[in-house]
Nanobody, 117 residues
């Protein structure tokens, strides 16, 4: 019953923007750290951004200054605002929930982001 459902991916030109959403159900969202990961074909999955229960944030160097993670506990949703997108950002993006100090609890199904002219 615990689920994470991502949305908001799509095709965008370099320099464009997208906002990804991940909505949780079936568990106490506000108790969990939330993260966005991405994986491109032939590459390892990488952490993009994370946000704590009290909205502290961390970003991968590759996206720092361009992406912003946020959460709305009232809506059980975590967002990833992506700006100044580059072709290198093309990947499947996944959200992930985990309790502090524990390994990942739940993964979403992913949403595809393609940055191309």
């Amino acid at each position: 019953q615990a689920q994470l459902v991502e949305s908001g991916g799509g095709l965008v030109q370099p320099g464009g923007s997208l906002r990804l959403s991940c909505t949780a159900s079936g568990f106490a969202f506000s108790n969990y750290f939330m993260s966005w990961y991405r994986q491109a074909p032939g590459k390892e999955r990488e952490l993009v951004a994370s946000i704590t229960r009290v909205a502290g944030t961390n970003y991968a160097d590759a996206v720092k200054g361009r992406f912003a993670i946020s959460r709305d506990n009232g809506k059980n949703t975590v967002y990833l605002e992506m700006n100044s997108l580059k072709p290198e950002d093309t990947a499947m993006y996944y959200c992930c929930a985990r309790l502090p100090t524990l390994p990942p609890f739940k993964w979403g199904q992913g949403t595809q982001v393609t940055v191309s002219s």
